[in-house]
């Protein structure tokens, strides 16, 4: 797919060009379609937030008095974060 702007060849599958940035998006189809390095770091990034808050939970578990109960977020968090990868990682195929 030529890109309008620069007129640089790029993947039919690429969302937006490699060489300038500008979305290649034609028709609402491609607009609606999910970008998977987007959706990647979306899940690493809440994967990585909830590794950071289960670290904090460890590492203060006596000092305020938190209970078993505090791990359920940064669990969640890690294992919502890994779902997102996963399913970013099968839109690439």
């Known amino acids: ?17 490699l060489e300038c940035g500008k979305s290649l998006a034609r028709t609402k189809e491609d607009l609606e379609r999910v970008d998977p390095k987007s959706t990647a770091v979306i899940g690493y990034a809440l994967g990585g937030l909830g590794l950071v808050a289960l670290f904090f939970v460890t590492i203060n578990l006596n000092v305020l008095a938190l209970t078993s109960l505090d791990y359920l977020v940064p669990i969640i968090l890690i294992v919502l974060g890994t779902g997102i990868v996963v399913y970013a990682r099968g839109l690439k195929k």
């Not at 309008?4 to 790029?10: H, I, R, S, Y």
């Open 1 to 17: 797919m030529k890109c309008a702007n620069c007129q640089t060849e790029n993947d039919p599958k690429e969302l937006s060009c």
